[in-house]
């Protein structure tokens, strides 16, 4: 079965971005780390086993980071991308087969105490490219779910609960084939006019409250 993961926040000053972000919602969060390039990463969990990135790539060069770089130099905020998670290592590889691409196993961010984590994830090369292009997600798997980054407590002023919904913007039947009928009727999303891509993320609170986290793609620029 798959289910969403996370999603990023592409920006230009974490530490201003990650303050501002907290002061909205109230929620907790930590320091990531740093991934292979250099682009820094802080993590809040949304509940449910699905997370919200915040991510700079300032004074990192090449890859990943200069496609950062290009869409947050202006000092403004945007969605890189969002992910799906399999349940299975086998189900990441049928959906990989499935889109013509291969899963691929990347050295992932660098944790504060040392640990190096490593990102098992599908499509790959080309194929990922052309999908961030149309704004849609891709997929990981992790082999011990409880090191999903999403599980890691926290303390903040309110709680978070899930995942209300997303608003996407894009071909809904591109959406559907990409991700499959089956996970895309059980995915909360709502479509809207605009740039292909994620532009808003609603987060249910243990209160019963909804916080709304609205931001732009970063457009079909990719590195």
Known sequence: MFHLDHMALGVSDLTDSVRRLAEQTGLGNYEGGVFPGGIRNWIFPLGEDVYLEVESATGATGGPAAWFQRATGDGSEHWMFWCLRADTREELEQVASRLGSEVQVIP??????GTRRVVTSAPAGEVALRARQAGLPNWYYR???????????VTGDRTAAGVAW??????????REHIGPETFDRLPLRFVPGEPGLHTVAVRTADGAEIVIRRTPAGQDTF
């Open 166 to 175: 997303l608003e996407v913007a894009g071909d809904r039947e591109q959406f």
């Open 143 to 153: 082999d011990d779910p409880a090191k999903n980054p999403a599980r890691r407590e």
């Open 108 to 113: 992932g961010r660098r944790e504060p105490d």
